[in-house]
């Protein structure tokens, strides 16, 4: 292919596969060609405000020099290593670093590449737990409408849809629950005691299920679930690979619960948005069910660049800024400027069911139940606010902030400003 005088939006479109995009209808890609701060530059040079935090994983802004000096300096030490009898200080560092940060039962690190990955880790480490103990345990808890990857076990925890309906007969089965409310506990432990004692465990995103469209819910109706859990020798899996590292408004959604999972998943934020990287935590108890003479009682599970030091490194840098004072006051500002707007579109028409949890605001487009009429203009929405510089991409019809927090007040408000122009 002569590539010469075509942009790299055309060149893409002739070699690339983009991840959830209906090809028939998707038309070019914008092609990035830097980052600073919140701002994405296309080769146009044309400036996007990243709302959306690239897919929720940026935390600190696009290229930032101390987590780029981190890593280059690792890169120029060791770029990577086998991680199966070997090991390399920033995975230490690392690992240390988010045990002081999580909840204070948990106690080991797993490392993976991605999201997925870590969930995957996580669903076979509590099925060989029960495993190794000898119980017969092979039922998995999860939400109706959760989201944990893409990957088979990721996807079959699930909820199920249009998305994963061509895979449906190999998805394994899930005992889907709805989100627990004021009202609905006492159905909920009735499905959940149905099927108790073959419960390995139960996956949560807690607080918010973020692809699944924002869904809000409330800690103490979680605390209440978990709590049941727990009484039924079932493990609790925290999913915090969305909500982790600062998007509640505190480290962890954990430090709104009384609860403590047994396990956590972490990715996006984990580097910052810089590497891939999945980790998976867990406690003393179900780590010592690993430890045994039989050597089928092993976790035989592991990527090749599983702890990639790189991706160590930025985790470690990122952690540095995130525990900075400025870090926290600016998190803290971006809940006040969510809380604001929402004060101010409470009674707007077109705009509903504004809900905020910390740094995450979502929003239903168009009158409640009038979804229908709204459906084509969902990605008319995107292209306007794109026009305007501003990358907000919406899962149907919720229009959601995810800013990184070095995202200043009068983007924030620019951007409030355009949603509510754009929407009316
Ligand atoms: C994105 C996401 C995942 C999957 O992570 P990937 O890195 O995209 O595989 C899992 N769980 C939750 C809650 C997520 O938001």
């Not at 600016?330 to 809380?339: D, E, G, K, P, T």
Request: one cysteine or more; hydrophobic letters at 40%; glycine letters at 8%.
């Amino acid at each position: 292919m002569n590539t010469q005088n075509l942009t790299w939006a055309q060149r893409d479109s002739a070699v690339n596969w983009h991840p959830f995009t209906a090809i028939k209808t998707a038309g070019e890609a914008v092609a990035i060609t830097h980052g600073e701060g919140a701002y994405l530059y296309d080769e146009n040079g044309k400036r996007y405000i990243d709302a959306i935090s690239s897919w929720w994983v940026n935390l600190h802004g696009h290229a930032h020099p101390y987590i780029a000096g981190q890593v280059s300096e690792q890169l120029r030490t060791l770029e990577h290593v086998i991680f199966a009898g070997f090991t390399h200080p920033s995975a230490v560092a690392l690992s240390e670093a988010l045990l002081t940060v999580l909840p204070d039962n948990q106690s080991k690190v797993f490392y993976s590449d991605n999201g997925s990955t870590a969930v995957e880790v996580a669903l076979k480490m509590s099925l060989q737990y029960a495993y190794n103990r000898g119980e017969k345990k092979t039922k998995i808890l999860a939400f109706k409408l959760g989201y944990h990857g893409d990957t088979f076990g990721a996807m079959a925890v699930s909820g199920r849809s249009g998305w994963t309906e061509p895979f449906a007969e190999l998805l394994f089965d899930v005992i889907h629950i709805d989100l627990p409310t004021a009202d609905n506990l006492r159905e909920i432990r009735t499905v959940i005691d149905e099927h108790a004692d073959q419960i390995a465990c139960f996956v949560y995103e807690p607080l918010v299920l973020g692809a699944g469209g924002m869904v809000m819910y409330e800690a103490a109706h979680l605390d209440a679930l978990l709590r049941h859990c727990r009484s039924k020798g079932i493990l609790l899996v925290q999913d915090e690979i969305f909500v982790g590292f600062g998007r509640t408004g505190r480290m962890f959604a954990a430090d709104h619960l009384s609860e403590k999972p047994d396990m956590m998943c972490l990715s996006k934020g984990l580097t910052g948005g810089t590497m891939p990287l999945g980790v998976t935590t867990c406690t003393d108890a179900v780590h010592q069910a690993f430890c045994t003479d039989n050597v089928y009682g092993t976790l035989f599970h592991g990527h090749s660049f599983t702890a990639n030091p790189l991706a160590c490194r930025a985790a470690l840098a990122s952690l540095h800024l995130l525990k900075s004072e400025e870090t926290r006051a600016s998190i803290a500002r971006i809940c006040n400027r969510h809380a604001a707007f929402r004060a101010r579109v409470a009674t707007h028409a077109t705009i509903n069911s504004v809900r905020q949890c910390g740094t995450i605001l979502a929003m239903n487009m168009g009158a409640d139940g009038a979804d229908s009429y709204f459906r084509n203009q969902y990605r008319a929405v995107f292209k306007a606010l794109l026009q305007k510089g501003i990358l907000l991409r919406p899962l149907g019809n919720v229009l959601y902030l995810v800013p990184p927090y070095c995202i200043s007040d009068d983007d924030l408000r620019y951007i409030y400003d355009a949603i509510i122009e754009v929407l009316e």
